[in-house]
């Protein structure tokens, strides 16, 4: 761009500017304008490109991990189950010639943990009754060795986990001075689910019964003495001479 600076003699300075020159240069600004335009515009497409690929990606990683704690749940539940039939599998090995069959031993006990689809369902008084007949009692669980062998087993016989028809009855009832064993003796430890025992129904659920569930210690739940469950017999493994 030229400048040409005139004096007019009358004490005026006048400036001719070179049209042509400051239009190229304009155009060569407004040309430059537009490629930063467009380079503006082609790097947000690229980023938002990219920024919508790193949420799929991370949506994929996701449902990855996800799937992943599924399988690791999974793997973790059959190893458990796994453990639980090994040790089931080693009780009954034990229990030859000192529990009748179909009978499970631990340490000097055999319990009879009858199956649905073999024996029907029965209300605590008539299990109670059918333990008798077997030589044995309904089970009264007073130490927390026993507590976790029975938890383990009934919940390795109900793997679909817990429903209200998957309880057995245990040798525990509510009388008028609380919860007592069927021998007579009042409980001392309590392995309730949380919330139980809540006689629900105004005093309708006077019997308990343990249930399958994950954690071992609260598996018991008070429900009415005629609702029809499984139940669990036990008796001495040392006095089974003959017995059936």
Sequence with gaps: ???????????????????????????????????????????????????????????????????QDRMLSQIKTLEEQQKEQALRVSRLELSCNRCPSEWEVEKDTCYYFPTPARVQRKGWNDAKADCITRGAQLVVIDTLEKQKFIAGVVR????????????????????????????????????????????????????????????????????PCSYPLMWICEKNATSLAGSS
């Design 1 to 67: 761009m030229a400048v040409i600076i005139k004096d007019t003699g009358e004490g005026h300075i006048s400036l001719s500017l070179n049209a042509t020159g400051l239009s190229k240069e304009l155009l060569l600004l407004r040309a430059e304008h537009g490629r930063l335009v467009a380079a503006k515009n082609s790097l947000q497409q690229d980023y938002n490109q990219a920024r919508g690929d790193r949420s799929i990606l991370q949506a994929q990683i996701n449902r990855e991990k996800a799937q």
């Design 156 to 223: 390795t016989r109900h793997s679909e986990g817990f429903n209200y028809i998957s309880g057995y009855w245990i040798g525990l009832s509510e009388q008028e001075e609380g919860w007592h064993w069927i021998t007579g003796s009042l409980i001392t430890t309590g392995y309730w689910m949380p919330g139980e025992p809540n006689d629900y129904g105004v005093g309708a659920e006077d019997c308990a019964a343990t249930y399958p569930k994950v954690d071992p210690l609260q598996t018991w739940n008070d429900a």
